[in-house]
């Protein structure tokens, strides 16, 4: 039997880099991978025929019901819900339980839900933790500049600057109401709340750069949208000499740029705290009414482990403080991420896999899934797959059809995805032990 393996991903700014490190430790266990799109899994699956398939997602993925039939499914989980027990309870209601075989935790806490909750059974439930968060294993030896600190701000909004929100205002506050169980809103709440979060922080964030600009001697800001957030739209903070915008390949290598970061329910906190990086919470800049209508399974347990300053006076007080360690957050990461750990989570998945490839549990001999008209076409061409994600790039520029995967969900091979694989021989060059 030829053990072939397809790594399924969403989104690449959050996912690519963490599929290369599953790709290297797969590849040294003797398994061939390819890294895919989850648009073109029907026609990648259909090509390769493979053994086993690990997803990202569960929902959304209709290839699925055939697939699990004819190859194993791995359910790797790209949200973390950074520890928020609720937030797993919500979400996993969208998700088709049985449409994967296993389900790779990030840690202890999301397996403990699983089981405890009765989402998944204890057969399926393995804790590897996720190659997303493999850059925590990572020395770097990037020293920062200790005359003039860099301040970072890091965001994680999910409407106003979505990279696929809707162009009207009206379609997209329908939305988010029709979307509130995705953590948007709770009861008795509606979408303007979200809205009125959202307003407040990008608020914040022009304050901040407003009183450093108009300091006495100002420092240098580097602002990182998150991944699936549209960088343009934060185009009007660099009217401020001191403020530069820029998405980084990962958090990582953005977090080698900055001394302390300003942020709110942002799992970049804790990247920040693993590199000894201060964090100052800015979730008391916010009034007090937006922060009761802020969504529990938004809440974690991060933000008030850190410096929780009720002005932006006391905010930059605390920029020049030591570094500090808590033991709380050690515990978290242990916990919730299963960092540290004797392996990276990449080698713990690949031996998973490994020692699972050779029994297949019942899957039926391979069949190839059945595809729409445009997806059969596109099969016969070498490379179809990522000729069909071409294809939707070009549809949505030019029609406004489909979803704009250009921007983010992984238009595999395009330009970044150099990018990332630039970074991640880098990575193996000042870091071989890693790999």
Known sequence: MSNKVLILIDSNNREYLAA??????????GIQSKIINRFALGISFNKYKPTAVIVSKLHKIPELEHIIKHAQVYFLPAESFTGS?????????????????????????????????????????????????????????HKKSQSNKTIGITTSMRALTHINRPLSPVHQICNVEDNGSSGFFDPPYHAENWFFFEAA??????????????????????????????????AYFEKFDHVKIDQ???????????????SFISTSQLDAYLKKVNVISIANLFPKI????IPKSMLTNLSPQFENPNSLDEAFALIDQPFKNIPQLDDFAKKVFNFPDTKRPSTNIAEFIRQNLDH???KKKFHKTKLSTIKLAFSFFHRGDDLFILFRDLRFRLLKKGDGVYNSYCAHLFQRNKMYKKYFHQIKEYDRELL
């Open 360 to 362: 297949p549990n019942g």
């Open 201 to 234: 922080w990008i608020r914040i964030i022009y304050d901040i750069c407003k009183k450093n600009e108009f300091s006495e001697s100002p420092k240098n800001i580097i602002i990182r949208p998150h991944p699936l957030e549209n960088k343009k739209d934060y």
């Open 290 to 293: 937006v922060q009761q209508g």
């Open 20 to 29: 290369l490190f599953l790709q290297e430790a797969l590849n040294a266990k």
């Open 248 to 262: 980084f390949l990962n958090i990582d290598e953005y977090l080698n740029k900055v001394d302390i970061l300003f």
């Open 85 to 141: 027990n609720q937030a797993i309870i919500d979400f996993s209601k969208q998700w088709p339980k049985h449409l994967c075989d296993y389900i790779l935790c990030w840690g202890k806490n999301d397996y403990d839900v699983y089981l405890n909750e009765n989402i998944f059974p204890k057969e399926k439930l393995l804790i590897t933790g996720n190659p997303i968060v493999e850059i925590w294993h990572i020395n770097s030896k």
